[in-house]
T-cell receptor
Framework: GAGVSQSPSNKVTEKGKDVELRCDPI?????LYWYRQSLGQGLEFLIY????????KSGLPSDRFSAERTGGSVSTLTIQRTQQEDSAVYLC?????????????FGPGTRLTVT | AQSVTQLGSHVSVSEGALVLLRCNYS??????LFWYVQYPNQGLQLLLK??????LVKGINGFEAEFKKSETSFHLTKPSAHMSDAAEYFC??????????????FGQGTILTVHP
């Protein structure tokens, strides 16, 4: 079956511009996670959705970052006024539910480069 | 809060040799532990997970890991390395309850190189 998909796969933007990153989770998966992978910080959690609600936004690095999820499915991560330190690979994952034992299935990521 | 330490950012082995990737965790509550593999320009793929059922966990591609509570370790092993095992490996911890809800905390990763 279809896995987690993310778009675009690559995004180059100028400093100060806004960007939107999209995640399509596996159908039926109620939990959705965003992570960021960068050379300096490794893999870090950003935000977690259960359905359309985000009970844990603790990993969002600044108020320039926001995310939403609609219809319990697609999620969009928005970065406003991008900075060079935002350059990273943004990974989305989904799982059947919020229990920690459930496997998280990862998408291929969006590589963001801020010039 | 929980954390993960992977000892050795790079590990190099010969084809056919034992693979040992080290992971130590810190958690104030019983953890769930995972090993993921990442091939270049791809997302993460789950190799195996520990969810308190059995301490020796077998995963895909011949990998296994043993949960040792006394040592707070979850090392990944494979008896005989293949060239196709060359990738980056991440150990991760998760706990249930509170607002964590499955959030993964990752180690810094170990790049495995396999020599012919």
């Amino acid at each position: 079956g279809a896995g987690v998909s993310q778009s675009p796969s690559n995004k180059v933007t100028e400093k100060g511009k806004d960007v939107e990153l999209r995640c399509d989770p596996i159908s039926g998966h109620t939990a959705l996670y965003w992570y960021r992978q960068s050379l300096g910080q490794g893999l870090e959690f950003l935000i977690y959705f259960q359905g359309n609600s985000a009970p844990d936004k603790s990993g969002l690095p600044s108020d320039r970052f926001s995310a939403e999820r609609t219809g319990g499915s697609v999620s969009t991560l928005t970065i406003q006024r991008t900075q060079q330190e935002d350059s990273a690979v943004y990974l989305c994952a989904s799982s059947l539910g919020r229990d920690s034992s459930y496997e998280q299935y990862f998408g291929p990521g969006t590589r963001l480069t801020v010039t | 809060a929980q954390s993960v330490t992977q000892l050795g950012s790079h590990v190099s082995v010969s084809e056919g040799a034992l693979v040992l990737l080290r992971c130590n965790y810190s958690s104030s509550v019983p953890p769930y532990l995972f090993w993921y593999v990442q091939y270049p320009n791809q997302g993460l793929q789950l190799l195996l997970k520990y969810t308190s059922a059995a301490t020796l966990v077998k995963g895909i591609n011949g990998f296994e890991a043993e949960f040792k509570k006394s040592e707070t370790s979850f090392h990944l092993t494979k008896p005989s390395a293949h060239m196709s095992d060359a990738a980056e490996y991440f150990c991760a911890v998760s706990v249930s309850g509170g607002t964590s809800y499955g959030k993964l905390t990752f180690g810094q990763g170990t790049i495995l190189t396999v020599h012919p």
